[in-house]
């Protein structure tokens, strides 16, 4: 057919029939005709032959190998459905994924959709979604292009938004770029915005970008009572936790006695390393009330954590009456090992609660915890007697 003989408006209607895949660009490039203007430059139409591709198939119908060799035309429509149709925009994460752009398109995108040239494009509308899919296609020029274009229409939400793709996607330098540009928010109020975003990293365990937030000065790694440290211990992550007993604003116990202090997460979970140091730490407080660390490592059957408490000055294992022997001993599956490790310290009473662990023992049929009681026992008379003589 000769589409340089028909008038553009039935070019249009022919050429809207095509298929959307990967011979489009082959039959855009094949001569300089009508029709390699209409799908390589016209927006409008591209935009149009995607609309009538939708009314009859999904948009997944668009192929994996059809996608890189498509017009940059079609590649903004896409986006612009993913963008401002809700029932793509719901599913953008994957879309995106099938659909990635490369840099260079990413950064054209953000200047197409941002820049007017897009006539049917409502940025003060579709500005948090907009950055959304740039974010998900991970392009920290296009983040850039974008969030420092003149026509940005920036929203508490948009901003909130790009610090956690940021942190979410462990990017320092988009992060490093976004803490510059927090005077161009309107009513950004850095205490209540940047705050959190320390404990956001220690979630996500991206050591680099909480240095980077401590060095930065405006988020707040105390919020909600220590939180950053308590999630940092409970992961395991001992840079982090290195990182912020290292920050004086830091204190390693909770001011709330209801708070499960960082030791107890850390203990509870059987981290070896975060239990020294925050033990190395001299402010720790392995007692606190409700909160006694090594009763709580004893009730879990943390074995190693118990070994390492059990060294520590501040930990007292005769506590209670001798409480933590007491769990070791009087649960429905006594440990054997514990009960040993222990008695072995020295400081415990093996016969604390009038006895009660012996015959809870022996009713149990536990002979290996029989003998480390009664061994426990003739160690303390010993003692007693040695102190008398």
């Known amino acids: 057919m000769n589409f340089q003989a028909l ?17 489009l660009a082959a039959v855009a490039t094949t001569s300089n005709t009508q029709l390699t203007r209409l799908l390589l430059f016209d927006f409008s139409f591209a935009r149009a032959h995607l609309t009538m591709h939708l009314m009859i198939h999904p948009l997944d119908t668009i192929s994996r190998a059809a996608w890189p060799l498509l017009p940059f035309t ?38 197409t959709l941002m820049g007017g040239t897009w006539a049917h494009f409502d940025l003060e509308q579709h500005a948090f ?7 998900s296609n991970a392009s920290a020029d296009a983040l850039k292009l974008a969030v420092t274009h003149p026509n940005m229409v920036w929203t508490l939400a948009t901003a909130r938004l790009l610090f956690l793709h940021a942190i979410a996607g462990n990017r320092p330098d988009i992060l490093k770029f976004l803490l510059t540009q927090t005077r161009m928010i309107p009513k950004f109020d850095a205490t209540a915005y940047l705050g959190p975003l320390i404990e956001t990293a220690t979630q996500f365990g991206h050591a680099s970008l909480v240095q980077q937030l401590l060095s930065d000065g405006r988020s707040d790694p105390t919020i909600n009572d220590g939180a950053p440290l308590r999630k940092a211990a409970s992961s395991g992550n001992a840079a982090i936790v290195t990182m912020l007993l290292l920050d004086a604003r830091v204190h390693p116990n909770p001011i709330s006695s209801t708070t499960k202090p960082a030791i107890v997460e850390a203990a509870c979970r059987g981290h070896e390393q975060i239990v020294k140091l925050l033990l190395a730490d001299p402010r720790t407080d392995p007692n606190l009330p409700y909160w006694s660390a090594l009763e709580l490592a004893v009730r879990d059957r943390r074995l190693a954590i118990v070994q390492i408490l059990l060294k520590d000055d501040r930990v007292d294992p005769a506590a209670n009456d001798s409480e933590v022997l007491y769990i070791a001993c009087s649960s429905w599956n006594p440990d054997e090992e514990l009960v040993s490790a222990l008695i072995a310290d020295g400081r415990v009473d093996p016969n604390c609660r009038a006895g009660a662990l012996l015959l809870t023992a022996i009713s149990l049929g536990r002979p290996g915890i029989v003998d480390a009681l ?12 040695e102190s008398q003589g």
Do not use: F, W
């Open 7 to 23: 008038p553009i408006e039935i070019g249009r209607l022919v050429a809207v029939r095509l298929p959307i895949n990967e011979d």
């Open 74 to 111: 079609y590649k903004c429509a896409v986006y612009e459905h993913l963008i401002t149709d809700l029932k793509y925009y719901n599913t953008r994460d994957l879309k995106c994924a099938l659909y990635p752009l490369s840099p260079k398109h990413s950064v054209k995108l953000a200047s």
């Open 129 to 135: 979604q907009l950055m959304d899919c740039l974010c």
């Open 374 to 385: 009664m061994e426990g026992a003739r160690a303390d008379r010993v003692k007693g007697q």
